[in-house]
Every structure is written in structure tokens, then in C-alpha cells.
């Protein structure tokens, strides 16, 4: 068990769902910036789902996985610090997330999945870490500012990444 009972409740007072083996499961706060919790190991999915005021999130270095459209139509999102123990980024993570501008994901991610940036149209640059292999469809579908897009000599396969 990663988090007591006490310390879930007092998450619950900040807005924060989070369980005993530390799987982020939701946020129900209004903040423009969020420090998810230390000794977080898992952004579920839908976690920040629609939290428009959410401008900023700074993610603790015990998170591995950011769940399937965690940060889903947080339009206000411009900045996320993406923590080096990350190594996957599920399928539409950032989708919509319509003022995120510059990504840099850490080295340690190995899987990037669809959709992950889809519909990020102020997203302007991107470095995609050496350990990834693949580039799925429609990563940045729709990313109409994207200028710059650093791919690693390890990538074998890119399958439809910048559609739209």
C-alpha cells in the first residue's frame, strides 16, 4: 500500500481522488496549477477530464503511466512537466488539451500510444525520446502549429502520425 486512509482523506480535501496503491483516479477542484501528490504512481484514466481552469500540472518523479485521456479536453493546459520515471503515454492523453504548446518527453518513455496529441493546436514542438520505436496514428492529428518534430534514429515505424 502506497497511501494511508488518512492520507487518501486529506487528498479528498485538495480536490484529489486517489487510491491506497496510488493510482491518481480524478480531480474535482477549480485550480489553474495542480501538484499531484508524491508517491502517485498512475494518472488514471479521465483523471483531469474536462478541468477547463487547469492551466499548469507538475507531475512527481513516482508516476509511470499517464492513463488514457488523463488530461482530456483541458483546454487551459499550456504547461506539463513530464517527470523521468514516465515510460508510457496511453492513447489521447493531452487530446484537446487546445493551449499545450511545447512537449518534451522524458527519455525513460518507451510508448507513445494513438492520439496522444491529437487536436493540441497550439502545440509547436515536440522531442520524442530515444527508446521509442513506433509513432502512432494520428499522434498529432490536428496539431495545425506543429513546426518541429525531433524523431530518433530508433524509430522504425511511423503509421499516419500527422493526419489533419
Known sequence: MVFTQEQIEAFSGQ?????????????????????????????????????????????????????????????????????????????????????LSVVVIPKGVTEIELCAFSGCSSLESVVIPEGVTRICTSLFRDCSSLESVVIPKGVTEITGAFSG
Do not use: M, N
Open 15 to 99: 480536490g484529489f481522488e486517489v487510491t491506497a496503491d496510488g493510482v491518481f483516479v480524478k480531480y474535482r477542484g477549480q485550480e489553474a496549477h495542480v501538484d499531484i501528490p508524491a508517491g502517485v504512481t498512475k494518472i488514471g484514466e479521465e483523471a483531469f477530464r474536462g478541468c477547463s481552469s487547469l492551466g499548469s500540472v507538475v507531475i512527481p518523479d513516482s508516476v509511470t503511466v499517464l492513463g488514457w485521456r488523463a488530461f482530456f479536453g483541458c483546454s487551459s493546459l499550456a504547461s506539463v512537466l513530464i517527470p523521468e520515471g514516465v515510460t508510457k503515454i496511453c492513447a489521447h492523453a493531452f487530446w484537446r488539451c487546445r493551449s
